[in-house]
């Protein structure tokens, strides 16, 4: 992880002992290089891209149901246009594409049509979880050279982790040697099994490296199974721990009884109308949750209690216990994946937008703020930041809505100078998200002179709605934009008009 916390892609350790080196030899084939041509979006200009882009990491051939196939992280192919493989040894180049991604995790599964790429290995068989202690050894193409590199390094932590493409907290695994530029998506191995894929590190610290363990690697590639990667549920609750005594007498708990109290549902979430704010949470599974929110996990460790959901797939069932009113009671929840206020939509993903009267409207996403540079949370607008990390999703609001900025012109005068404000309302309708944005404008009729809305701060902006169409084109010609909205917002269709009452 580079100095922002981005991830990054190597190993520079001590150097692989001899049995180590002799256990791995075999597999030496099935570690490849990674070589991709990005085009990533550009959330400043957001019907543009940035440009032809090159990076290099690393990956390992592992067999699937579908036949062998090849392991990386999500962040070496973001914004991919084109991808090269190249095994150990072989001096020939191979054209790849992704068969399936998922940011959340950092994994993607690449395929090659040429059947020979493939011949001749002896691909990586998934090994479990290591323990504390354990030796491991990384493999993998890191900068400074274009041969393959093999390193050493013990585990040190296993906790759950916020992966810096998706800032999701996922099991991690941690070792004691650093992760550099080229090695992320190399093969992480314990006794001749693969037992993660090396993806980001530590760079105030040195010798600190992550791993992606086999729970996760195997959650994925069960996930893609059916050709979409759906992701990792979440309990869709935040939880207060009742380490105080006072408090849980206050509530009635048996004494010796432990949990944590919920203090938010999440708006649709797999806890929506099944689990209440003033629930505590007893049991996941059979399992106890301890008054710190935490799980048994292993021999003797602990882990948050949200691991236990995140494991399943979406759609699972999964029990819990709570105490409310007095009593346990058991709840059976039906896991979805995590729905917050402010979405990131994945570095492949193209950006959304709106113009309207030179008003360029977007979704509030991470990948929008960063926009600001490495140092977003403090530069970027403090109340929009706090929306990323507090905010919170309702009926009233399923996303937040921003003026990016204006494409000066006649018709938007006055409000020349306005960015990054957050539109609550428009012809007094609220604005729940930007889909739902397009639909109120796009329904005004002749009728309606204006076109006026409301921005977070009191801010009102009102824009003749003849003049706006009027001048449409023109903005659009003159700031290149080839289109006035994403593609996916071509489909909106008006408000339906409403019924006058009768007098």
Not at 84 to 97: F, N, P, T
Not at 110 to 115: D, G, I, S
């Amino acid at each position: 992880m580079g100095p922002d916390g981005a991830p990054v892609c190597s190993t520079v350790a001590m150097p692989p002992s001899a049995s180590i080196t002799k256990t791995i030899r075999a597999r030496r084939r099935a570690v490849v290089k990674v070589m991709t041509t990005a085009d990533p979006p550009d959330y400043d200009q957001p019907w543009q891209t940035l440009g032809a882009e090159t990076a290099t990491g690393s990956g390992a051939i592992v067999k699937t149901p579908r036949g062998l196939r090849v392991l990386t992280n999500a962040h070496v192919v973001e914004g991919h246009v084109f991808i090269e493989l190249r095994r150990y040894g072989d001096s020939q180049k191979y054209v790849a594409k992704v068969e399936g991604i998922s940011h959340e995790c950092d994994l993607a599964l690449l395929t090659v049509e040429a059947t020979e790429f493939f011949k001749g290995t002896r691909p990586f068989v998934l090994g479990s979880l290591p323990g504390l202690g354990d030796p491991v050894t990384v493999l993998g193409f890191p900068i400074g050279g274009d041969r393959l590199s093999i390193t050493e390094g013990v585990v040190s932590r296993i906790d759950m982790t916020p992966y810096t493409q998706s800032e999701r907290d996922l099991l991690t695994v941690q070792i004691d040697a650093a992760i550099n530029a080229g090695n992320s998506g190399g093969p992480v191995v314990r006794s001749g099994r693969l037992v993660g894929i090396a993806f980001q590190a530590l760079e105030e610290a040195e010798d600190i490296g992550y791993v992606i363990p086999t729970p996760i690697v195997k959650h994925f590639l069960d996930d893609i199974e059916d050709g979409a990667v759906d992701g990792f549920p979440s309990l869709g609750i935040s939880t207060q721990d009742l380490e105080s005594g006072a408090h849980r007498k206050a509530l009635g708990l048996p004494r010796t009884q432990s949990g944590v109290l919920i203090t938010h549902v999440e708006y649709e979430g797999s806890a929506w109308r099944d689990l209440e704010v003033g629930d505590v949470l007893l049991e996941v599974e059979g399992t106890a949750v301890a008054s710190d929110g935490t799980v048994a996990f292993m021999t003797g460790a602990r882990i948050e209690y949200e691991h236990l959901a995140v494991m399943h797939q979406l759609g699972d069932t999964l029990r819990v216990k709570v105490w409310r009113a007095g009593k346990r009671q058991t709840v059976e929840l039906t896991l979805r994946a995590p729905s917050p206020l402010v979405k990131d939509p994945g570095p492949d993903a193209k950006p959304r937008f709106y113009i309207f009267g030179g008003l360029l409207f977007v979704p509030l996403t991470r990948a929008y703020l960063e926009t600001w540079g490495e140092d977003w949370r403090s530069k970027a607008p403090a109340s929009l930041v706090a929306l990323h990390d507090d905010g919170t999703r309702s009926a009233r609001c399923h996303e937040v809505v921003v003026v990016q900025k204006v494409l000066a012109d006649k018709s938007n005068r006055g409000y020349h100078d306005l960015e990054s404000v957050q539109i609550v309302r428009a012809q007094d309708h609220g604005v729940r998200s930007l889909r739902a944005l397009v639909r109120i404008v796009e329904s005004a009729t002749d009728e309606d002179t204006y076109i006026r809305l409301l921005a977070s701060d009191g801010t009102q902006i009102v824009i003749d709605r003849a003049l706006a169409l009027e001048r449409q084109d023109t903005i659009l010609k003159r700031y290149g934009v080839p289109q006035d909205r994403s593609d996916d917002l071509r489909t909106v269709r008006r408000r339906p008009a409403r019924k006058k009452k009768a007098t």
